[in-house]
């Protein structure tokens, strides 16, 4: 099996494996930058949509990060890193795109987003009690 690591600036439910059948267990992770790096410096597949942010995560991370507006499907194993700008109020206005001077003075935060359907699954029918 093959694992990808895709670098994003959002998660969205679309991006879940195409052959799931039913419930998706997904866990979100915080992550620090240089555990960022960590996981990126293996190789990595750009999904940042937008010029600016790309640039920004280029010289925070210090590892080029394209602009690369694509659509992403999560395959079992595959990890999600969302560098999430963090715009005052939660969302920007529509069709508004920050330049890369803006993206610059905001905070980044990073999450780390993998499928863990399977593994609950597992866990599951061996008897575990997954309840909290």
Known sequence: MT?????????????????A???????????GEDEVKALLSSGFESTIGHPGTAQVLTEKLGLQVEA????????EGDKLIVAQVEWPGG???EGRVLTKEEVEKLPIKYL???????EVKRALESGVNLKR
Do not use: C, W
């Open 3 to 19: 694992m990808t690591v895709y670098l994003a600036n959002a998660f969205s439910a679309n991006m879940l494996s195409a052959d």
């Open 21 to 31: 059948d039913g419930d998706n267990y997904i866990r979100f992770t915080k992550l």
């Open 68 to 75: 690369n507006r694509k659509a992403v499907r999560l395959a």
């Open 91 to 93: 969302r920007l206005p």
């Open 112 to 118: 780390l987003v993998e499928d863990v359907t399977l």
